[in-house]
């Protein structure tokens, strides 16, 4: 059963391990965040609370943080955002950090942001930072299975590692989808540019990566047998490291094919460039003979040979453009021009 409250940036719900149904208690009282505290700590037999904030004011959360029992260093991870990825233990409470991840429309663009989850005896607190929110998700996720109650706070985690996993692979296909535009227009026939575009979308898959990476082996332990947790939790932590592991090879994938595409855009470019100068070179060669014959009889000298001769302009004449056509031809059949 749920019960809902909510007080300004913050939103607490009461779980029951035991029975069905949702019970909706009225845990504002007119009071605020205290009201919202003080029903923490009337939790009954078999009842576990998710408490969740976002971007929360410091002095907000250490008030919290006295209820829950949390250490000082679980705060300052809480409050500061863009934490790597990383699990930590403070007695008998878990803490995760994990990084959202929100793919914009138009993009190759990817905002980041940053959850943090922690999970004690009778308790789930998570804190936003950032545009994307998995905690609506989730929370509909354990709605939807109610099941997944009985393994305490537990489910809270497993339901936001599985929303942030499951992000992760939307992103995923996004980022290959505009991979695959991208390659297509880098080797397209004509001569664009796409150097930096390569770059914007590469800079995107190491911030991609920058989150997945990390968290591969928290997954993967939460897979394995862990005192105090249920054994029944075990296939559903194994199940988000499986996604979560599939992930990070399409994530590695992505990063080599864009050094792909980026190795053979500068090659593309470097034979653009080589094309360039044999033409030049070609056209150089072509004009260097009437250049010579014009320049030597430009310099206007009293006894040049064949002045007074009535075939001498035509010679010149000739003997500038029969080397230059046949230049011309051998350049054009070796494909220089």
């Keep these: 059963m749920t019960a809902a409250v909510q007080a300004g940036d913050m939103r607490c719900v009461v779980y029951n391990e035991r ?6 208690v009225d845990c504002w009282q007119g009071g605020g965040h205290a009201a919202a505290l003080g029903r923490l700590k009337e939790l009954a037999e078999g009842e576990f609370a998710w408490v969740h904030l976002d971007g929360p004011d410091p002095r907000e959360l250490e008030e919290l ?45 990817v905002e ?3 959850v943090m989850v922690f999970t004690g005896p009778r308790f789930a607190l998570t804190v936003r930072h950032g545009p994307a929110d998995p905690t609506a998700e989730a929370a509909r996720r354990l709605e939807d299975d109610p099941r997944m109650l009985r393994f305490g706070p537990h489910a809270v985690l497993h339901a936001v590692l599985d929303t942030v996993v499951d992000s992760y ?3 995923a296909v996004r980022i290959r989808a505009d991979l695959t535009r991208l390659e297509c227009r880098v080797f397209a026939p004509g001569r664009e540019d796409f150097t930096e575009a390569i770059y914007t979308l590469k800079r995107e898959v190491v911030e991609f990566r920058d989150a997945v990476e990390p968290l591969v082996p928290v997954v993967q332990d939460f897979a394995g047998p862990r005192e105090g ?13 499986d996604h979560m592991q599939r992930t990070d090879t399409e994530v590695h994938s992505l990063d080599e094919l ?28 072509i004009l ?42 051998a350049f054009r059949r070796n494909n220089w021009l």
Excluded at 19 to 24: F, L, V
Excluded at 234 to 239: A, G, L
Excluded at 294 to 315: C, D
């Design 19 to 24: 029975t069905g149904g949702p019970e909706h």
């Design 65 to 109: 943080a006295g209820y829950l029992g949390l250490h000082p260093l679980a705060v300052e991870d809480a409050v500061q955002a863009y934490q790597r990825p990383k699990r930590e233990r403070y007695g008998d409470v878990l803490a995760v950090a994990l990084k959202t991840l929100w793919y914009l429309p138009g993009g190759p663009e």
């Design 112 to 114: 980041t942001g940053d």
């Design 169 to 171: 692979s939307e992103v």
């Design 229 to 241: 947790w249920p054994e029944e939790a075990r296939p559903y932590f194994r199940d988000v490291a």
């Design 258 to 285: 864009l050094n792909s595409a980026l190795d053979a855009h500068l090659a593309r470019v470097g034979a653009w460039q080589n094309d360039d100068m044999r033409r030049m070179s070609s056209w150089a060669a």
């Design 288 to 329: 260097a003979t009437p250049t010579l014959i014009a320049g030597v009889y430009g310099m206007n000298f009293a006894h040049m040979p064949e002045l007074g001769w009535v075939y001498g302009y035509p010679l010149a004449i000739t003997l500038m453009v029969v080397p230059a056509g046949l230049l011309y031809r």
